[in-house]
C-alpha cells in the first residue's frame, strides 16, 4: 500500500472516530440532559454528525479545497446523500434492537457506528471527493473559486 494511501486512510479514521463521539455524545446529551426519544436523539444526533463529517472529510481527508459554489454543492448533495443511507441503517438498527428487542441503547449506538464507518469511507473516497482521492498527496490542494 502506497504512504499517501496509508496517510489518507488514517487521516480518514481521526475524522471518522471524531465524527463518531460527535455522533455518541450528541445522542447521548440528547437523550440524557435533553429528555429526547430515542429516534428523535438518533436523527439529531445524525444530523450534527454528518455536518461535522463533511467538513473533516472535505478539508482534512480528501484535501478538496475548491471552494466555488458549485463544486461545495456537488460535494454537499453526494456527500449527504450518501450519509442518508448510512443514516437510515443507523435508524433502522436503533430501532430493531433498542425500541423493539430491547438492547442497551448506546452500546448499540456504537455498534451501529462501527459498520457506518466503513461504508462512509467508501462512499466518500469513490462517490463524493473522487477526484480528489484519485490525486491524494497528502500535500495541500490550492484550488480557490
Not at 488514517?10 to 437523550?31: E, K, P, R
Not at 454543492?73 to 423493539?100: P, Q, W, Y
Amino acid at each position: 500500500m502506497k504512504k499517501q494511501s496509508v496517510y489518507q486512510m488514517t487521516l480518514y479514521l481521526v475524522v471518522g472516530v471524531m465524527t463518531t463521539v460527535v455522533n455518541i455524545v450528541s445522542y447521548y446529551s440528547c437523550t440524557r440532559w435533553g429528555n429526547f426519544p430515542v429516534m428523535a436523539a438518533t436523527v439529531t444526533a445524525w444530523l450534527l454528525a454528518v455536518l461535522f463529517a463533511f467538513i473533516g472529510n472535505k478539508w482534512l481527508v480528501f484535501r478538496s479545497r475548491n471552494l466555488t459554489a458549485g463544486v461545495i454543492t456537488r460535494e454537499f448533495f453526494a456527500f449527504v446523500s450518501c450519509r442518508l443511507v448510512t443514516g437510515i441503517i443507523d435508524i433502522v438498527a436503533m430501532g430493531i434492537f433498542v425500541e423493539m428487542l430491547g438492547f442497551p441503547d448506546v452500546l448499540m449506538k456504537v455498534a451501529a457506528n462501527v459498520m457506518i464507518i466503513v461504508g462512509n469511507f467508501l462512499a466518500s473516497k469513490y462517490i463524493v471527493f473522487r477526484a480528489q482521492a484519485d490525486n491524494f498527496s497528502g500535500e495541500e490542494s490550492h484550488v480557490h473559486g
